[in-house]
């Protein structure tokens, strides 16, 4: 156990319709990043929105130990006074990321550049997690790290004393390298320069941007180049954190799966690298629309509203809409169960690295409910029942990822069995307040033994 409690196992049993308003908490990815670039910046940050899950909240924790001051005004509401690039100090214990990669890799980026030596660690799953993809690039800047074997925390990272600026192509589509090696970059003289060949979540360049730093964004190809000028003076920042995509696709998935549903879901986050489930949810049929868009903070909004959709049909996702869409790939394959043919999710490999191997963890817990999954290494398909609808009654292994917990208990909200999920203890790290709202949507979940 490594959320800091004992297991508590969950079901979720068949629901009756789900209707009114989701009002899901700040996003998780940007909340990260306020917190980080606040730390950087020279003053006090102010912070509207965030995400008060585990995951940020060690975030928080780890921009205090550097010597950055952290306050909790109220709900959402907190500062953060930084201060300035290369200004971190040397913590004076371990860092622990909990359960959070993004937590972990963004703030190794953030302190690879200063003197300063740190060691960082996490719960289970996060030191079964991959960290040489952060380390090669940060060894270009004159970082050292010295981990477990295979690269794995705990690790320690003595950050470069005369750093260099990188020019570096990540080898997979992802936001972490990106942002680690922008981080570094921010304290090294001279352009930092990360290429990549898919573009993948690009909050990290809009906030440097809002804090003053000098990036330039190419386009080339399906993919990106972003250049940043080192070494800017931070400014700080008034930051209204947008709802989370990641967090709507729960309450949205699970109304167009169950019956005589209709969900409203305001001020979502629509980020166009971060959007994919809902615009592959419309391909597949779903009575899913957008209202009301809007711009807030310098990103889109719409409030969302689905209804039930009995005549989804199975679909191939297009895999270059993988990154902007991998998180929602556990809960797709659930709404992939109850429509008609299958779906084939390919190109996912990275799913096999995220907090557990989310291919495998999927495809075991549908399988268990009765639901035909097959499996490659970057890939899996699910034969949709349609019309049939999924039996259920699976006792399901969350693997200490929040994901697949929440997955598996909206299935249980649609299946005809009861659906049990061993610990429903890690949705706190993105999403604390999910069996809370789903239960006024109308769901119920029961403590299991
Ligand atoms: O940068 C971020 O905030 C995130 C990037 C993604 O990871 P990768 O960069 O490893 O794809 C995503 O899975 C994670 O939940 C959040
Ligand atoms: C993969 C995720 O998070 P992280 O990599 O930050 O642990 C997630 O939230 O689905």
Same mark, same amino acid.
């Given at each position: 156990?490594?959320?800091?409690?004992?297991?508590?196992?969950?079901?979720?049993?068949?629901?009756?319709?789900?209707?009114?308003?989701?009002?899901?908490?700040?996003? $998780?990815?940007?909340?990260?990043?306020?917190?980080?670039?606040?730390?950087?910046?020279?003053?006090?940050?102010?912070?509207?929105?965030?995400?008060?899950? /585990?995951?940020v909240?060690?975030?928080g924790?780890a921009?205090?130990?550097?010597?950055?001051?952290?306050?909790?005004?109220?709900?959402?509401?907190?500062?953060?006074?930084?201060?300035?690039?290369?200004?971190?100090?040397e913590?004076?214990?371990?860092i622990? *990321?909990?359960?959070?990669?993004?937590?972990?890799? @963004?703030?190794?980026?953030?302190?690879?550049?200063?003197? =300063?030596?740190?060691?960082?660690t996490?719960d289970?799953?996060?030191?079964?997690?991959?960290?040489a993809?952060?380390?090669?690039?940060?060894?270009?800047?004159?970082?050292?790290?010295?981990?477990?074997?295979?690269?794995?925390?705990?690790?320690?990272?003595?950050?470069?004393?005369?750093? =260099?600026?990188?020019?570096?192509?990540?080898?997979?589509?992802?936001?972490?390298?990106?942002?680690?090696?922008?981080?570094?970059?921010?304290?090294?003289?001279?352009?930092?320069?990360?290429?990549?060949?898919?573009?993948?979540?690009?909050?990290?360049?809009?906030?440097?941007?809002?804090?003053?730093?000098?990036?330039?964004?190419?386009?080339?190809?399906?993919?990106?180049?972003?250049?940043?000028?080192? /070494?800017?003076?931070?400014?700080?920042?008034?930051?209204? &954190?947008?709802?989370?995509?990641?967090?709507?696709?729960?309450?949205? *998935?699970?109304?167009?799966?169950?019956?005589?549903?209709? &969900?409203?879901?305001?001020? =979502?986050? @629509?980020?166009?690298?971060?959007?994919?489930?809902?615009?592959?949810?419309?391909?597949?049929?779903?009575? @899913?629309?957008?209202?009301?868009?809007?711009?807030?903070?310098?990103? !889109?909004?719409?409030? @969302?509203?689905?209804?039930?959709?009995?005549?989804?049909?199975?679909?191939?996702?297009? !895999?270059?809409?993988?990154?902007?869409?991998?998180?929602?790939?556990?809960?797709?394959?659930v709404?992939?169960?109850?429509?008609?043919?299958?779906?084939e999710?390919?190109?996912?490999?990275?799913?096999? &690295? $995220?907090? *557990?191997d989310? =291919?495998?963890?999927?495809?075991?817990?549908?399988?268990?409910?009765?639901?035909?999954?097959?499996?490659?290494?970057?890939?899996?398909?699910?034969?949709?029942?349609?019309?049939?609808?999924?039996?259920?009654?699976?006792?399901?292994?969350?693997?200490?990822?929040?994901?697949?917990?929440?997955s598996?208990?909206?299935?249980?909200m649609?299946?005809?069995?009861?659906?049990t999920?061993?610990?429903?203890?890690p949705?706190?790290?993105?999403?604390?307040?999910?069996?809370?709202?789903?239960?006024?949507?109308?769901?119920?979940?029961e403590?299991a033994?």
């Amino acid at each position: 156990m490594s959320h800091g409690g004992p297991a508590r196992p969950l079901a979720a049993r068949k629901s009756g319709p789900l209707t009114g308003v989701a009002d899901v908490p700040g996003d $998780k990815s940007v909340s990260h990043r306020a917190l980080i670039l606040g730390a950087l910046a020279v003053g006090e940050t102010k912070i509207t929105g965030l995400l008060e899950g /585990q995951d940020v909240i060690d975030t928080g924790r780890a921009m205090t130990a550097f010597g950055a001051e952290v306050v909790r005004h109220g709900e959402g509401a907190w500062s953060v006074h930084g201060v300035g690039t290369g200004g971190f100090a040397e913590p004076a214990d371990v860092i622990d *990321c909990g359960n959070s990669g993004t937590g972990v890799r @963004l703030v190794m980026g953030a302190m690879a550049t200063t003197p =300063i030596t740190a060691t960082f660690t996490g719960d289970a799953s996060l030191r079964a997690r991959p960290m040489a993809r952060i380390t090669e690039p940060l060894s270009m800047f004159g970082a050292r790290a010295v981990g477990r074997s295979g690269g794995r925390l705990p690790m320690t990272i003595v950050g470069a004393a005369d750093p =260099i600026p990188a020019d570096y192509a990540t080898p997979v589509p992802s936001a972490q390298i990106k942002s680690a090696i922008l981080l570094a970059g921010l304290n090294a003289p001279g352009q930092t320069v990360v290429t990549e060949a898919e573009t993948s979540r690009d909050h990290t360049e809009r906030m440097l941007a809002g804090f003053g730093a000098s990036v330039e964004v190419e386009e080339i190809g399906a993919g990106r180049r972003v250049i940043l000028t080192g /070494q800017p003076e931070l400014r700080p920042q008034t930051i209204a &954190v947008p709802r989370d995509p990641s967090s709507a696709a729960f309450p949205v *998935c699970a109304a167009l799966i169950v019956p005589g549903s209709n &969900v409203s879901v305001p001020g =979502i986050g @629509l980020n166009p690298t971060r959007a994919g489930l809902f615009e592959t949810l419309r391909d597949m049929g779903a009575d @899913l629309t957008y209202e009301n868009a809007r711009e807030e903070g310098g990103e !889109p909004v719409a409030d @969302l509203r689905a209804r039930f959709s009995p005549d989804m049909k199975g679909i191939d996702v297009p !895999p270059a809409r993988a990154a902007s869409m991998i998180d929602e790939y556990p809960i797709l394959s659930v709404v992939a169960a109850f429509a008609e043919g299958r779906t084939e999710m390919r190109g996912v490999k990275e799913l096999r &690295v $995220k907090e *557990c191997d989310r =291919i495998d963890a999927m495809a075991t817990g549908l399988r268990d409910a009765g639901v035909t999954v097959e499996e490659g290494e970057d890939w899996f398909a699910v034969d949709g029942r349609g019309p049939e609808g999924v039996p259920g009654g699976a006792k399901v292994t969350a693997r200490l990822d929040h994901r697949i917990a929440m997955s598996f208990l909206i299935l249980g909200m649609a299946a005809k069995e009861a659906v049990t999920v061993d610990d429903a203890g890690p949705i706190s790290t993105s999403f604390p307040i999910f069996e809370a709202l789903m239960s006024r949507l109308g769901a119920s979940f029961e403590d299991a033994a």
